[in-house]
């Protein structure tokens, strides 16, 4: 086993890598952007060195530096993580010339399978059926055009290297083909440095199962089972679980004996992921083959007891893999729900900011999280907005589905915004219940799984309240053990007067809505100061007593009108966030000294939904442009935003160029509607 090992990578997997590691006795090495000075995964590790600035391609994907520090730091093996290098052969080869050891496949089997188009000629001659197209990567346009029209529309544009759901387009007929090839090649240059493409047969709705695979030096090939990946939003995978639902044995034992095929087909060395696509009859095609640790395989490790990167780590050491197929056992059901800091009701839109509180479920047996990331950390715009996985695993499928529904209720973020209120609706949903899952599920049930905000009642409101008058509570209290006259009358804040009920109002916006709460002090003759006799809420639906505490944790533990319970209120500058047994509800404070009036934003500007880098300008001043036109493309975290033309209209003015930064709210375009002044 090696002494030293280099991660690199940054968040979640490096953070996975280095608990493994460390658990190991093998010290570890982290490498850090300067935007990821402070980042998690930097205090975990042995030690850490700076490569670059926060774009990737400066930090991240600059092979060069990271074996530098890797020899520099004595470390003798490089852990590539998923994502960035992982995937690249060269950098593999790079490594190994440099006198280290990957922790991965060989790099030709990289290669072998990384050009997607040749994977699909390797499968289809050993035997395994693939996707019809895809044959032949290019950067030609007249060639991919050629190879959609003999794949049949509608075909699906990719990018030839990587992976993860990124580059991936749609075209439904010929006349999307040049913006899907364009958009395509974009972001498949930007995650991967490579824009070659390739172009398939786009299936409709097929389901996404994939078969974990592993391979060692001495000629043994298992595979661990399969997982269901099939439901996604954007091409990218956020919910997957093992056993996949409702496959019998046979077709389970044909998917595996394919997956062990196809890594012997390419002398495969390591972790891997074989990924196939079944369709409505239960055919199924090969679509690629991941040569690396993927996202999930948390779930694989929950059923089958095996830690994937200590095997990693053992088979990179030259040691034979740990089990045979016949001792690999998998027992129970285990689900995986990806965390992302971003909006669904935007389109998934990723977000970015301060996460100003963070509690993670407990983890044991039944429940595992995997982050890196913690409260105080920012979710920047240069790279993933996976904030964490949340892991579930029960002795059946129904237990698991109600641990996760539980883990995420019990999984408090707030911050930048986040998924988990879609998580839990999917997860809730009845087709998913039933196992009834393809690659159109989200969009097919937008419309449930992304519900309008509920407002907030009258409970959220007490606790709202009682967070705010306990706080005060506090602070006086602190501030009259400091004083030389602690008992005097003008510490308290009780609504204490000289004659008369010490009462006061606390107003809130929730949305449109503005909510005033009168509390009254004091309530049955017992002191308010510390809230234990309870304060008196006139609520918009009635009035309660409410009485309670903070614990240091920041838990409010609350008695509202006999009803005990448990919350956390979050407060940020004038925003309120109320945690409620899986519930939020985001108020605004009302602050009657500083009275701001929001303008609404002048009409004919198209904002920035987010910072990020302009890749494309599609149009140019004067333009007549109708409804829905793509006009600029915005890039940030990995993912590409096209501004759309709010209605038929001219384009005034264009203030940004291709390569230039820009600031989330920033007017990128001027843009008159039609029929306006």
């Not at 007929?173 to 958009?183: E, F, I, S, T, Y």
């Not at 200590?310 to 689900?335: D, K, M, S, Y």
């Not at 963070?358 to 979710?379: F, K, L, S, W, Y």
């Not at 448990?566 to 009275?595: F, K, M, N, Q, W």
Request: charged letters at 25%; aromatic letters at 6%.
């Amino acid at each position: 086993m090696f002494s030293k090992l280099l991660i690199a990578n940054r968040g979640e997997i490096a953070c996975r890598v280095m608990r493994t590691a460390q658990r190991l006795g093998v010290r570890t090495a982290a490498v850090y952007s300067e935007a990821d000075a402070a980042a998690l995964h930097v205090r975990l590790a042995d030690e850490a060195y700076l490569i670059g600035p926060a774009p990737a391609r400066e930090s991240y994907l600059c092979g060069e530096a990271i074996i530098a520090v890797a020899r520099e730091c004595g470390a003798e093996a490089v852990h590539p993580g998923y994502g960035f290098l992982a995937e690249n052969a060269d950098f593999a080869d790079a490594v190994t010339a440099a006198g280290l050891v990957f922790v991965g496949p060989p790099a030709e089997s990289i290669r072998a399978m990384g050009e997607k188009g040749a994977a699909k000629d390797a499968m289809a001659k050993a035997g395994v059926a693939v996707v019809p197209g895809g044959s032949g990567a290019a950067r030609d346009d007249k060639a991919l055009t050629a190879a959609a029209k003999r794949a049949g529309y509608p075909v699906l544009v990719k990018p030839a290297a990587g992976g993860g759901g990124k580059g991936l387009r749609v075209a439904e007929k010929p006349a999307d083909l040049a913006a899907a090839l364009a958009a395509s090649r974009r972001e498949a240059k930007a995650a991967f440095d490579d824009d070659r493409l390739l172009v398939e047969r786009f299936l409709d709705r097929p389901r996404h199962v994939e078969v974990q695979v592993f391979a060692d030096n001495h000629g043994n090939v298992v595979h661990l089972f399969e997982r269901e990946c099939s439901l996604q939003r954007r091409y990218q995978k956020i919910v997957e679980e093992t056993p996949a639902p409702g496959l019998d044995a046979a077709l389970r034992r044909a998917l595996a004996e394919a997956a062990v095929k196809a890594a012997r087909a390419v002398g495969y060395v390591g972790a891997g992921t074989v990924e196939f696509l079944l369709d409505r009859e239960g055919a199924f095609y090969f679509l690629e083959m991941n040569t690396r640790l993927q996202v999930e395989h948390t779930v694989t490790e929950m059923v089958t007891g095996q830690d994937l990167v200590e095997w990693q780590l053992r088979v990179a050491a030259g040691e034979p893999l740990p089990c045979t197929q016949e001792e690999l056992v998998a027992a129970g059901h285990a689900i995986e729900a990806r965390i992302y800091a971003e909006d669904p009701a935007t389109g998934f839109l990723p977000a970015v900011g301060r996460i100003e509180h963070m509690r993670a479920p407990a983890e044991g047996r039944h429940v595992r999280v995997d982050t890196g990331v913690r409260a105080g950390d920012e979710i920047g715009v240069h790279y993933d907005p996976m904030i964490a996985k949340l892991v579930v695993w029960d002795r059946d499928r129904t237990g698991a589905i109600r641990r996760l529904l539980r883990a995420l209720a019990d999984f408090q973020l707030v911050g930048p915004a986040t998924n988990l209120a879609f998580l839990a609706a999917l997860a809730a949903h009845p087709e998913f219940a039933a196992g009834k899952t393809d690659t159109g599920f989200v969009d097919r049930h937008r419309a449930a799984l992304i519900p309008r905000p509920e407002p907030a009642p009258d409970r959220a409101l007490a606790l709202a309240c009682l967070e705010a008058l306990l706080r005060r509570a506090g602070e006086a209290a602190e501030a009259a053990r400091r004083s030389p006259d602690p008992y005097s009358p003008w510490h308290r804040v009780t609504g204490w007067r000289l004659n008369g009920e010490g009462r006061a109002t606390l107003r809130f916006a929730d949305g449109e809505a503005e909510h005033a709460v009168t509390v009254h002090y004091g309530h049955s003759g017992h002191s308010g100061h510390s809230g234990a006799g309870g304060y008196r809420l006139d609520l918009p639906g009635g009035s309660i007593v409410a009485r309670g505490a903070l614990s240091e944790g920041g838990e409010l533990v609350a008695d509202l009108g006999g009803e005990r319970l448990t919350a956390t209120v979050v407060v940020s500058g004038r925003e309120v966030t109320v945690l409620d047994g899986g519930a939020v509800y985001r108020l605004v404070r009302h602050d009657p000294i500083v009275e701001a009036a929001a303008e609404a934003p002048p009409g004919g500007r198209l904002t920035a939904p987010l910072p990020g880098r302009v890749v494309a300008v599609l149009v140019q001043p004067g333009a007549a442009v109708a409804r829905g036109a793509p006009l600029m493309v915005i890039e940030a975290m990995k993912m590409e935003h096209t501004v759309t033309a709010p209605a038929d209209g001219r384009v005034e003015r264009v203030n940004y160029r291709v390569g230039e930064q820009v600031s989330e709210g920033a007017e990128l375009l001027a843009f008159a509607a039609d029929g306006e002044a």
